[in-house]
């Protein structure tokens, strides 16, 4: 163990690559892009550092072009899990073992390779296995997973470095213990930097993690696992377990060494896990610590003084990028009946000139949704707000799932507060608005907050400093990440840490050091210099 206190300066936030025409780095990407098209890999699981092949696969293709194969994946079940828990636990012995600046120096290699060497590699990956853009695709999988890597070891130190007060003739001390057992990553399709950061957030501080990724972005957290192997990670510290939910989720839960969820996903997935947790409690050798992100209803809030410019560009962006599948997206508005016809006539404009197509034409804005579950429950919709007597679709609402799920920005302007597509989260590019009277201002405000079981983020506009502190305050519990004359989506790494409460999660945000608390049990040492050698108390000299 070496002799000396290692200190980590705290990061920059990685450059974003903005892939304009001209610049090498366009080049670069769009050569590997074609690269990875013109070939097939074969995904298996992956458990102890080894290769395991199943007998059950599903195709892997591109979402916007489904009939595109970029491979297929092997998916487990039980006897993998089994497998897995085994190899983390053998795993763990050494790695929660080793000094802390070496596995810190695991994770920043990781970053710098990402930001390097493959970063094509990894960017390429996200855009055809999630039908990403280029720019949503740098943002995410390069950009915010470096930061998480860099982040995350910085936040450690600091942790570390969090020691208690020791009066004269003792010496206390914190020791920040990784937790018994191993750590349970169940992740989403839509960020790549999110597939990321679950299972090495908990790996970092000395955990063991089974990762179950979606199997709709297997393909990029294929391509994660190779980096991070790349990086040094020891076999079997994360071990990567592609299947379906019920197929890993039920077996890892019924473990007695689980001793951490996770999550972002579904609302419905998350409160299923607690269920299960909950229920198998008196078995686990520990109380398992839940950590998730699930899902918003995220609202933009306008203002009768706000600047229409600015509200048209940040719910477009909001919206639409990345096909509104974002947990952040804007997905419902409040706008005063004075803006409404500024507003309604502007982005609509805009939105016209809005292209979709495949991920690899760097023309588009927009490509396809996920998969036909997706596509099939945002035209459900879409559909049922085209039937509707109370809401009007004024912006597109075609779709086409005939060579990609592709499905148009759609605008819908609710005439009742409380319509369906005012209140569900849809995941898709449907932005829903409802035009309020604007000596209607509170009692709107109060039904913004009340509409929604979400609270993940939002958005206030308005040139007007009191009616933007009145708003602040209402929506106070409205959203975790709040934003203020600006879109409510892309939170970046140490700057808006992200996450939300009520029915959206745990609120422990990921990107700061307070997530990272969550994969620490804390040890409390008092070491006394001079132990007393008599039970007596002064006050027993006399009766």
């Known amino acids: 163990m070496a002799n000396a206190i290692f200190e980590i300066r705290e990061p920059d936030n990685e450059p974003v690559y903005s892939y304009a025409p001209g610049t090498p780095e366009r080049e670069k990407l769009k050569a590997e892009l074609e690269r990875q098209k013109s070939m097939q890999i074969e995904i298996p699981a992956i458990i102890g550092g080894k290769e395991v092949k199943t007998d059950r696969t599903a195709d892997v293709v591109t979402p ?94 600091q942790i570390y470095q969090d020691q208690p007060y020791s009066p004269d003739g ?21 960020f790549t930097s999110i597939a990321g950061n679950l299972p090495t957030a908990p790996a970092l501080c000395g955990n063991v993690a089974l990762w179950k990724p979606a ?14 192997k790349e990086a040094g990670l020891p076999d079997g510290v994360i071990n990567f377990l592609p299947g379906s939910g019920a197929d890993v989720g039920d077996p890892v839960l019924e473990s007695e060494h689980l001793s951490g969820l996770h999550f972002t996903g579904s609302t419905g997935t998350f409160q299923h896990l607690w269920k299960s947790i909950s229920d198998n409690l008196e078995m686990y050798n520990t109380y398992p610590r839940i950590v998730g992100e699930t899902g918003g209803k995220d609202f933009i809030f306008a203002h009768e003084e706000a600047d229409v410019d600015a509200l048209v560009i940040a719910a477009l962006r909001a919206a639409y990028e990345f096909q509104g599948q974002k947990c952040s997206a804007a997905s419902r508005m409040y706008i005063p009946e004075s803006l409404w016809d500024e507003f309604n006539e502007k982005f609509t404009a805009e939105v016209d000139k809005i292209k979709m197509g495949e991920a690899e034409d760097f023309r588009n804005f927009m490509t396809a949704v996920i998969d036909q579950k997706a596509f099939d429950s945002i035209t459900e919709y879409i559909d049922y707000a085209k039937e509707a007597d109370d809401a009007d679709v004024l912006i597109g609402g075609d779709y086409d799932d005939s060579d990609g799920y592709f499905v148009e920005p759609t605008l819908v302007q609710a005439h009742d507060p409380y319509f369906k597509t005012m209140e569900e989260e849809i995941f898709g590019p449907v932005l829903t608005v409802y035009v309020y009277d604007n000596d209607k201002f509170e009692e709107t405000l109060e039904l913004c907050d009340n509409t929604s079981p979400y609270a993940l983020t939002g958005a206030i506009f308005s040139q007007d400093r009191y009616a933007l502190e009145k708003m602040d305050e209402e929506l106070k519990q409205a959203a975790g990440n709040f934003y203020i004359n600006d879109k409510p989506t892309a939170a970046v790494v ?19 050091a307070a997530n ?22 002064p006050f027993m000299g006399e009766k």
């Open 494 to 512: 140490n700057q808006q840490p992200f996450g939300g409460a009520r029915k959206s999660g745990t609120n422990d945000k990921a990107g700061s």
């Open 170 to 190: 003792m010496w206390n001390r914190s020791e920040y213990r990784p937790l018994e057992g191993f750590v349970f990553a169940v992740t989403p399709f839509n």
């Open 215 to 228: 199997t709709s972005s297997i393909y990029s957290s294929y391509f994660l696992m190779e980096l991070l």
């Open 64 to 157: 916007h072009n489904h009939s595109h194969k970029l491979g297929e994946t092997h998916l487990c079940g039980e006897k993998e899990v089994e497998m897995a828990i085994e190899s983390a636990l053998e795993a763990r012995k050494k790695w929660s073992q080793m000094p802390w600046e070496d596995r810190v120096a695991i994770f920043k290699k990781a970053a710098d390779l990402l930001s390097g060497s493959w970063r094509y590699k990894m960017n390429a990956a996200t855009m055809l296995g999630q039908s990403k853009t280029a720019h949503q695709s740098e943002i995410d999988a390069i950009a915010e997973l470096a930061d998480f890597f860099r982040f995350n070891a910085y936040y450690l130190t």
């Open 516 to 537: 990272l608390m969550r994969w620490i049990s804390i040890r409390s040492i008092k070491e006394t210099q001079e132990p007393p050698k008599d039970w007596t108390y």
